[in-house]
Nanobody
């Protein structure tokens, strides 16, 4: 089972990006999915999470400008980021709690996608 993120890149302050993360492998179902980020010299921090039923949770820094969503049929989670600021620059990681076809549950991480906000 793996998570693959996409959608990162260079964007000017005030711009928008949409990150995607697709889970693949021997998946029975997926519980919570989420996005975390790690800037240079910082610890990894929560951005947002979403349950299988669509309940969302945001870090204070993301509540107004970011929106997390998921498509359960596609095993995909999205992060829409608007009004980006230089301090949003970080590697963004996707995470998921996956129930395998064996019915065991594993927590997995993607490899990360770099978001750089700069003029």
């Amino acid at each position: 089972v793996q998570l693959v993120e996409s959608g990162g890149g260079l964007v000017q302050p005030g711009g928008s990006l949409r990150l995607s993360c697709v889970a693949s492998g021997s998946i029975f179902s997926i519980n919570a999915m989420g996005w975390y980020r790690q800037g240079v010299g910082n610890e990894r921090e929560l951005v947002a999470t979403i349950s299988s039923g669509g309940h969302t949770n945001y870090a204070d820094s993301a509540k107004v400008r970011f929106s997390i969503s998921r498509d359960n049929a596609k095993n995909t989670v999205y992060l829409q980021m608007n009004s980006l600021k230089p301090e949003d620059t970080a590697v963004y990681y996707c995470s998921a709690s996956v129930v395998l076809t064996t019915r065991s549950t594993v927590d997995i991480w993607g490899q990360g996608t770099l978001v750089t906000v700069s003029s």
